[in-house]
């Protein structure tokens, strides 16, 4: 799978759960300054669970702050 399609479908579930333009999303950003709380982070987690068939840690985004971290740990650990 390519980063740009994984960071693409995430940020997308974030704007989704958060109201923000996709394009105001940017990798280096943490998920709380894009205004993920715990309620809205479980369900873009569930979302990316759902897509890619995977199982991810609740606690996953604070674990990968950024956007671009937490993708990177996507990639390695559980996407090919």
């Known amino acids: 799978m390519e980063r740009t399609e994984l960071l693409k479908f995430i940020k997308q579930a974030i704007a989704n759960e958060t109201g923000e333009s996709v394009d105001s999303i940017d990798e280096t950003q943490t998920f709380q300054s894009m205004g993920l709380d715990s309620l809205n982070s479980i369900v873009v987690l569930n979302e990316i669970e759902d897509k890619y068939k995977i199982s991810l840690n609740s606690l996953s985004f604070w ?18």
């Open 63 to 80: 674990d990968y702050p950024t956007l671009g971290a937490f993708t990177d740990f996507l990639l390695k650990e559980h996407i090919s």
